[in-house]
């Protein structure tokens, strides 16, 4: 998770998660998301609550935990079909969006060459489910493996399609507003965005009316190889945020200590 060149998997995650209708409803109709001056600021809200669910102390995360719980259990939203109120809270729409944010790190760290084995693969998605109990599910109803996640997004994929506010999303994240600081990022902004689409499943990118063409696929993957490679010409004190390199020492510590221990006995 603190590779840099996650950060692609985590707008990755935006876009797929935008393609359930009702959550993007949710969301849409309760946030500043689909304020362009103010859809910034709610953006680093997201992120900073990814930052301390991802590294967060015990007690942290249960903190941002019930806070998230509390504000999403007062929220409704307006299926705009059927005209049906809905709660946002509702397990479809929480499983929709963490399973996003857990196939889209997972897919592309592994195609940037981040080194994971398939078990260890299985881990991360299994791990995974602690963050999902976080915004309240139940993990025992969360897919635990690289396998139950590919059949959860095949029995899902019938109910899921581009609504109109997905596809303003889409269109604003290649000309974002962002504060004057940032106007870099700004003029970088349409690169990124292709990179970002290009990630995306084949049938995602579909729904979009973007091109699914296997090239993209090759194209996004060696781009990926690519900016992996060049963070890691970066020595780790620059190239990790402090969150991140605080636990990379934690987990060095944690298994200098297991096999200490496997040597002593």
Known sequence: ???????????RALLLQALHPRSMWGTAQNSELMDPD????????TVEFVRVRTYGTHEEVERVGRRVRKLHSKLTGLDMRTGETFRVDEVENLLWVHMGEVDSYLD???RAGVRLSDADADAFVDEQRRAAEVVGL?????PSSVAEMKAYYEE??????ACREARVGLRRMFNPNVPRQMLPLKLAAPGIGLLV???LPR?????YGMPGLPTSDLAATLTLKGLYRTTHV??????YTPDAKRARALTRAHQENNVDLSIAS
């Open 203 to 207: 049938w995602a990118r579909r729904m």
């Open 234 to 239: 970066l020595p780790e004190r620059l190239r």
């Open 156 to 161: 899902m994929r019938p109910k899921i399609w």
């Open 1 to 11: 998770m603190g590779e840099p060149v996650l950060m692609v998997g985590g707008i």
């Open 108 to 110: 592309v760290a592994r």
């Open 138 to 142: 139940d993990p025992a109803g969360v």
């Open 38 to 45: 103010a859809a910034w600021a709610r953006l680093g809200r």
């Open 197 to 199: 689409v290009s990630t």
